[in-house]
């Protein structure tokens, strides 16, 4: 396919032109159903709310909160007015709010009660401490020196120094549709719409800014590959602050005309009680969400047999959890998606007609238009098939760069325009790429190079074990030593002396972890990515040496 010069203003009005009596949002938890025809509207309320605030072309808002039907709301509204979307990770504590609103030039935060063990509205309330005094519209903070308004999305009974949502809806009753439409038609396809922070599993924070015509396209191609069409209901239970969320998940259905079924966060159980009752066609998720809705002990009591296809993404893909969806889940067409936010995010995706052997051994091929090649990460020269290397891709999906990090950007942007991912893989003679890990990942041992992905490949044949990550801790002899982190099947018990015997004669002895940990639950970004990063930390400092090392 050749790239196509879309605002994301003018895709969902193409698509409402079309399909305005189709479904468009569901939200279960939220009692709301709209159709194209009604969502759009919604977009246009909000959207000349926004203008009515004061929200220019090019203005930062970051909206901090979970899968609420006001973040489809906003994601649209604002990429029509030419507002740029800053999304705020759910996890996010005051210090972490603080840098990314500071470091993002935010001039207006939407945000939600809470979520999970973070209580946002104290936490804004204790960074802005005279907001109880403050009017709406003139927040006056001296560590944010560009914001000025807050939003509240919620029920409360009062909500000082903040407008609430429906503020900002009556708000756009005095913006007329001359005054709006004016404004939609000031967007260009190359204007950043998006700002995404890259925390993930590893750095500081960097905003990566987005275009309309990066994200647009990524979200169409990934809705060609998936077959995404009208008839089509996703279940979006992924975070829509990720791009697994809002590009490969709302835009793809608002490319292809298809209905957003949108959780608010992701529940197991209740992710299949949804399926099952709104009849979805689609799932995507990570690794982990599948393995969670797999192992519920009532899994077989819900009715999957309405979906299809899916993604699954954002983190290597064991086979026997792929093998499941397949038949368990009845999603014979899921398909496996790699890439990372710095490309839109995704560079490559298994095809639904391709064999199952490809389809959970690599990461697929190319998409359309996007150059992708294995290069020394030392030299940066091209290796040959089948070598590893670092995985590099270059197209008009790759960011506009990092935000006021123009160093950073350098350093992941080379001359010849090829974004550097970080990741080890390999290409063989038919174009499929495969993962072997992250630079950072690799354990070195005695001078040896160690695959993380491939012990824990090895590790999953092993009916006790529900999942493992492997990870390289400080050594002072050998400078890394291997240790596992498996989370086992309920009611078995293994020990490590087990484990070792289950390796020894069918993996290198220097690859047989040294160290072995039992753990209940891995520690994960809200996107369900693991954070191997802190699984070092902890377990460096249990066995003796600390993790900075690293």
Same mark, same amino acid.
């Given at each position: 396919?050749?790239?196509?010069?879309?605002?994301?203003?003018?895709?969902?009005?193409?698509?409402?032109?079309?399909?305005?009596?189709?479904?468009?949002?569901?939200?279960?938890?939220?009692?709301?159903?709209?159709?194209?025809?009604?969502?759009?509207?919604?977009?246009?309320?909000?959207?000349?709310?926004?203008?009515?605030?004061?929200?220019?072309?090019?203005?930062?808002?970051?909206?901090?909160?979970?899968?609420?039907?006001?973040?489809?709301?906003?994601?649209?509204?604002?990429?029509?007015?030419?507002?740029?979307?800053?999304?705020?990770?759910?996890?996010?504590?005051?210090?972490?709010?603080?840098?990314?609103?500071?470091?993002?030039?935010?001039?207006?935060?939407?945000?939600?009660?809470?979520?999970?063990?973070?209580?946002?509205?104290?936490?804004?309330?204790?960074?802005?401490?005279?907001?109880?005094?403050?009017?709406?519209?003139?927040?006056?903070?001296?560590?944010?020196?560009?914001?000025?308004?807050?939003?509240?999305?919620?029920?409360?009974?009062?909500?000082?120094?903040?407008?609430?949502?429906?503020?900002?809806?009556?708000?756009?009753?005095?913006?007329?549709?001359?005054?709006?439409?004016?404004? *939609?038609?000031?967007?260009?396809?190359? =204007?950043?719409? $998006?700002?995404?922070?890259? @925390?993930?599993? #590893? !750095?500081?924070?960097? /905003?990566?800014?987005?275009?309309?015509?990066?994200?647009?396209?990524?979200?169409?191609?990934?809705?060609?590959?998936?077959?995404?069409?009208?008839?089509?209901?996703?279940?979006?239970?992924?975070?829509?602050?990720?791009?697994?969320?809002?590009?490969?998940?709302?835009?793809?259905?608002?490319?292809?005309?298809?209905?957003?079924?949108?959780?608010?966060?992701?529940?197991?159980?209740?992710?299949?009680?949804?399926?099952?009752?709104?009849?979805?066609?689609?799932?995507?998720?990570?690794?982990?969400?599948? *393995?969670?809705?797999?192992?519920?002990? =009532?899994?077989? $009591?819900?009715?999957?047999? @309405?979906?299809? #296809? !899916?993604?699954?993404? /954002?983190?290597?893909?064991?086979?026997?959890?792929?093998?499941?969806?397949?038949?368990?889940?009845?999603?014979?067409?899921?398909?496996?998606?790699?890439?990372?936010?710095?490309?839109?995010?995704?560079?490559?995706?298994?095809?639904?007609?391709?064999?199952?052997?490809?389809?959970?051994?690599?990461?697929?091929?190319?998409?359309?238009?996007?150059?992708?090649?294995?290069?020394?990460?030392?030299?940066?020269?091209?290796?040959?098939?089948?070598?590893?290397?670092?995985?590099?891709?270059?197209?008009?999906?790759?960011?506009?760069?990092?935000?006021?990090?123009?160093?950073?950007?350098?350093?992941?942007?080379?001359?010849? !325009?090829?974004?550097?991912?970080?990741?080890?893989?390999?290409?063989?003679?038919?174009?499929?790429?495969?993962?072997?890990?992250?630079?950072?990942?690799?354990?070195?041992?005695?001078?040896?190079?160690?695959?993380?992905?491939?012990?824990?490949?090895?590790?999953?044949?092993?009916?006790?074990?529900?999942?493992?990550?492997?990870?390289?801790?400080?050594?002072?002899?050998?400078?890394?030593?291997?240790?596992?982190?498996?989370?086992?099947?309920?009611?078995?018990?293994?020990?490590?002396?087990?484990?070792?015997?289950?390796?020894?004669?069918?993996?290198?002895?220097?690859?047989?972890?040294?160290?072995?940990?039992?753990?209940?639950?891995?520690?994960?970004?809200?996107?369900?990515?693991?954070?191997?990063?802190?699984?070092?930390?902890?377990?460096?400092?249990?066995?003796?040496?600390?993790?900075?090392?690293?």
């Amino acid at each position: 396919m050749a790239f196509k010069r879309l605002t994301i203003g003018k895709a969902l009005y193409d698509t409402v032109e079309k399909y305005p009596d189709h479904e468009a949002l569901v939200c279960p938890e939220f009692g709301v159903r709209l159709t194209y025809k009604q969502f759009y509207q919604k977009c246009r309320e909000v959207a000349s709310g926004l203008i009515a605030l004061g929200v220019k072309k090019g203005d930062h808002v970051s909206v901090w909160a979970t899968n609420v039907p006001e973040w489809v709301y906003l994601q649209f509204s604002l990429g029509m007015i030419g507002g740029v979307l800053v999304t705020v990770n759910t996890s996010y504590k005051s210090h972490e709010l603080e840098y990314q609103l500071k470091q993002s030039d935010s001039t207006t935060l939407f945000m939600i009660e809470g979520y999970r063990d973070s209580n946002y509205y104290q936490i804004v309330r204790e960074l802005i401490p005279n907001l109880d005094c403050a009017q709406p519209g003139m927040v006056n903070a001296s560590k944010l020196p560009m914001l000025k308004n807050i939003v509240y999305i919620g029920k409360r009974d009062a909500t000082p120094g903040m407008f609430t949502f429906n503020d900002i809806v009556l708000l756009g009753n005095s913006i007329t549709d001359e005054t709006l439409d004016k404004r *939609i038609s000031e967007c260009d396809v190359d =204007d950043v719409i $998006n700002m995404q922070y890259t @925390s993930g599993t #590893t !750095g500081f924070p960097k /905003g990566v800014m987005l275009t309309h015509y990066n994200i647009v396209n990524n979200g169409l191609m990934v809705g060609d590959v998936m077959g995404t069409s009208p008839h089509d209901k996703l279940l979006i239970h992924v975070p829509l602050f990720h791009c697994f969320g809002c590009v490969m998940s709302t835009l793809n259905c608002i490319t292809h005309g298809a209905a957003m079924v949108v959780m608010e966060s992701f529940d197991p159980l209740k992710s299949l009680q949804v399926v099952a009752s709104e009849k979805c066609t689609a799932i995507n998720g990570v690794p982990t969400m599948f *393995i969670a809705m797999l192992n519920l002990p =009532d899994f077989n $009591n819900y009715d999957m047999s @309405s979906l299809r #296809t !899916g993604i699954m993404a /954002g983190a290597p893909c064991p086979v026997e959890t792929m093998n499941q969806v397949r038949t368990l889940m009845h999603c014979p067409d899921i398909v496996i998606a790699f890439g990372q936010t710095e490309s839109s995010p995704v560079m490559t995706m298994t095809r639904r007609d391709d064999p199952v052997s490809l389809r959970v051994s690599t990461i697929g091929r190319l998409l359309p238009d996007i150059e992708g090649k294995i290069v020394d990460p030392e030299t940066g020269e091209d290796l040959p098939p089948n070598t590893q290397g670092e995985i590099v891709t270059r197209s008009a999906c790759v960011m506009k760069g990092y935000y006021k990090m123009p160093e950073a950007t350098a350093n992941a942007i080379d001359k010849d !325009g090829w974004l550097h991912t970080g990741d080890l893989g390999s290409v063989d003679e038919n174009g499929y790429f495969k993962v072997t890990g992250r630079i950072k990942d690799m354990i070195i041992r005695g001078g040896e190079n160690i695959y993380p992905r491939e012990i824990e490949e090895f590790l999953l044949t092993n009916q006790n074990i529900q999942d493992v990550q492997v990870i390289g801790i400080p050594d002072e002899k050998y400078g890394e030593q291997v240790l596992a982190a498996i989370q086992l099947k309920e009611g078995q018990s293994p020990s490590a002396e087990e484990m070792i015997a289950f390796c020894t004669g069918k993996i290198a002895r220097h690859k047989i972890p040294k160290y072995w940990e039992f753990v209940k639950t891995f520690p994960l970004t809200a996107s369900g990515k693991v954070q191997k990063y802190k699984l070092r930390e902890m377990f460096a400092s249990k066995y003796g040496m600390a993790a900075s090392v690293f």
